[in-house]
């Protein structure tokens, strides 16, 4: 299970880095919108019965091209990130999922029907402010920013689940995600925030960025909460398939299950970034 699982990690991330290396803003947009694309519909598919699973796959059909046009637009002009609207809904998205997801996470109990349709409801937001704000980043800063912005999250998943699978004695929060362990929780933050602190030496990095803008202190509390943030996302979807008795959100990535499974981490994580790393204020 665990050589399936870093077998596929590891095709996953070969694909996305060489997708950046190659430096085509196009199969490049079209890759990570096709990821969050599939990311919306597992997501979605909780909530509905089978018979509009149809009708699912049309509509996640659409929001992949609607984004892939929208992509086109935000690379030609980046003003809408300075619209206080725009930023002031961004940042209620992110209040939104983080407050409302802990909550949730820490009270781990089985979702009510309001709950339900919020979620439901919700996936639309949280998704396109992931999207939306990984294609700022992308046009604004370039490859290594993004790269260097995302591997943390690679990071901390892949040690808390390897410290937590052999090493792990305390569970985390056993009635959302029976697997998950205080010492992996513990590991996988140290190691992702010790990634931040060693891209923070290379000029342009996602890291270097943050502590120019805020100072060493301040960068490193921003640095341990997207770190809380990132594994936040990965106990709300646990939480989401255990409220509908599902274990894997979906089936093709062996050994991860689906792509909402591999990239529940970056959802809340990347709008998150945006908004502590200042470049929407």
Sequence with gaps: MLAKRLLTAFIMLFIFLLSLLLDNKIYFVSLFTFCVSMVFLEWVQFFLE???????????????????????????????????????????????????????????RDFSSLEKKFWLFFSIPACFSAWFAFVIFYKMHGNWFVISLLMPVWILDTSGYIFGKYMGRTKLIPKVSPGKTLEGAIAGIFFSVLFYII?????????????????????????????????????????LKRNFGIKDSGSLLPGHGGFFDRLDSLIPFIPMAIILSGVIN
């Design 50 to 108: 089978k018979k509009y699973k149809n009708y699912l796959y049309i509509f996640s059909l659409i929001i992949f091209v609607f984004l892939i046009y929208l992509s086109e637009f935000l690379f030609q002009d980046l003003s809408i990130k300075d619209n206080n609207i725009f930023k002031f809904l961004i940042s209620v998205v992110v209040i939104l999922w983080i407050s409302f997801a802990a909550m949730s996470v820490i009270s781990h």
């Design 199 to 239: 891209s923070s030496f290379f000029k342009g990095s996602f890291a270097s960025f943050i502590l120019e803008t805020h100072g060493v202190f301040v960068s490193l509390v921003l640095f341990f909460i997207l770190s809380m943030v990132a594994i936040l996302g990965d106990l709300f979807e646990s939480l």
